[in-house]
T-cell receptor, first 115, second 113 residues
């Protein structure tokens, strides 16, 4: 069975500082990895994905994520945090085998950027 | 605008009174899913559909039904709601090809009293 772990319920970071939101995964096949963001009273929005290729992927709003196969991690990063980045972040994994494959989401990490 | 539309946004109902939450997408996506979001549990899949008339159970299907008679619509039906179905529900869709992320609706906050 596949799984996603987001070990931190909340991450606090000062505005202008770099931020990291951690994610580790477990999947039997090739991992397809995703990050989503949820603002209050809104649905989830797609941020970025890793399917294959370069281990560093860039996404919306200046976010990037690094795929590390040996550590089975896919941490979300941003060089300089903004107050407007405060939101709930979800990591998700899907098995990259053919056909329909279920997406499994983590429990979410609340990011608080302090002015 | 490409979007997934859910209705209603908020719903308070009583135990046992049948209800339907509608979901419609205008992107011609093959795959559609329903999730519930609960504190500390993240998103859990209720049902999914790979195309018209093709549906299957997710992780937490008990107490729910779905149908996919048209490609754009994927309603979630609670035949006899119970208080443990109080939750935030999301509909999502994506294309059939590999590597696509989901587009989510804005959510339906359901309270069953």
């Amino acid at each position: 069975a596949q799984s996603v772990a987001q070990p931190e319920d909340q991450v606090n970071v000062a505005e202008g500082n770099p931020l990291t939101v951690k994610c580790t995964y477990s999947v039997s096949g090739n991992p397809y990895l995703f990050w989503y963001v949820q603002y209050p009273n809104r649905g989830l929005q797609f941020l970025l994905k890793y399917i294959t290729g370069d281990n560093l992927v860039k996404g919306s709003y200046g976010f990037e994520a690094e795929f590390n196969k040996s550590q089975t991690s896919f941490h979300l990063k941003k060089p300089s945090a903004l107050v407007s980045d405060s939101a709930l972040y979800f990591c998700a994994v899907r098995d990259g085998s053919g056909g329909y494959q279920k997406v499994t989401f983590g429990t979410g990490t609340k990011l608080q950027v302090i002015p | 605008e490409a979007q997934v539309t859910q209705n209603p946004r908020y719903l308070i109902t009583v135990t046992g009174k049948k209800l339907t939450v509608t979901c419609s997408q205008n992107m011609n996506h093959e795959y559609m899913s329903w999730y519930r979001q609960d504190p500390g549990l993240g998103l859990r899949q209720i049902y999914y559909s790979m195309n018209v008339e093709v549906t299957d159970k997710g992780d937490v299907p008990e107490g729910y039904k779905v149908s996919r008679k048209e490609k754009r619509n994927f309603p979630l039906i609670l035949e006899s709601p119970s208080p443990n179905q109080t939750s935030l529900y999301f509909c999502a869709s994506r294309p059939q090809g590999q590597g696509y992320g989901y587009t989510f609706g804005s959510g339906t906050r359901l309270t069953v009293v």
